[in-house]
């Protein structure tokens, strides 16, 4: 839905422009040109560096393969650790089959810091979601919610992952969109940098991706699908 207004929108800036003067535009493309040269190569020189690790997409049924991380869990009280057959609350057993844990900050143990992937249907809500906690004065903390799941990680200089997530948007009548956004931490929580995708695929145009940027920002904000 929004790749189309966008197409829509670049179509009748591309028509408009060619009412404009020769000189002027030739004079804009190659400030355009340049700046986009240096944009790319800048872009290269980072993925060149990247080290991007790809996220798993599934649970496990055998187990987590590490005790406290069924500790961490209780303690986010996402679970219900007394969770029997009979249970009929809407809770779920704190169970690798529901949860997935992931490292992101590589200057913090995983007691203090870690990313939570949580299946579709966990205390009533349809959708999967990706929770980020840190420890604060001896607490976990929610410093972030995403409505959608962790596509990737790429390492930073500074210890601290980037994140690409596929944000999960309810359009209504079992429509859905999903919207690959990059995600970077700053002042103690993940903000969105730019858009990178969505269902058709890569935002390989740079003006696609300013403008995409603009507009699933304002409907993640709109939805609070990143809180």
């Not at 929004?2 to 060619?18: N, T």
């Not at 040269?37 to 872009?43: D, I, M, N, R, V």
């Not at 949860?99 to 992937?117: H, P, V």
């Amino acid at each position: 839905m929004i790749r189309q207004l966008l197409i829509l929108s670049l179509l009748f800036i591309l028509f408009s422009c060619k009412e404009s003067g020769t000189d002027q535009k030739e004079s804009n493309s190659k400030e355009v040109l340049e700046s986009d040269s240096k944009e790319l190569e800048k872009q290269d020189k980072t993925v060149a560096k990247a080290d991007t690790i790809k996220a798993p997409a599934d649970f496990s049924a055998q187990g987590f393969d590490e005790a406290r991380k069924y500790e961490l869990l209780i303690e986010t009280r996402i679970c219900n650790p007394q969770y029997s057959d009979s249970t009929k609350d809407g809770t779920v057993p704190c169970s690798a089959k529901y949860f997935r844990f992931f490292e992101y900050n590589r200057k913090r143990t995983l007691d203090n810091a870690f990313m939570l992937q949580v299946k579709a249907g966990v205390n009533n809500i349809p959708y999967r979601r990706l929770l980020i906690f840190e420890r604060e004065k001896g607490k976990l903390v929610l410093v972030n919610g995403v409505i959608g799941y962790l596509v990737s990680q790429i390492k930073r200089p500074n210890g601290i992952d980037d994140l690409i997530v596929g944000v999960i948007d309810d359009l209504g009548d079992n429509n859905f969109d999903r919207y690959d956004v990059l995600l970077r931490y700053k002042d103690g929580k993940y903000h969105i940098v730019e858009a990178v995708g969505d269902l058709q695929g890569e935002f390989k145009s740079e003006e696609l991706k300013k403008r995409a940027t603009k507009m699933i920002k304002e409907r993640i904000a709109e939805k609070e699908l990143i809180y």
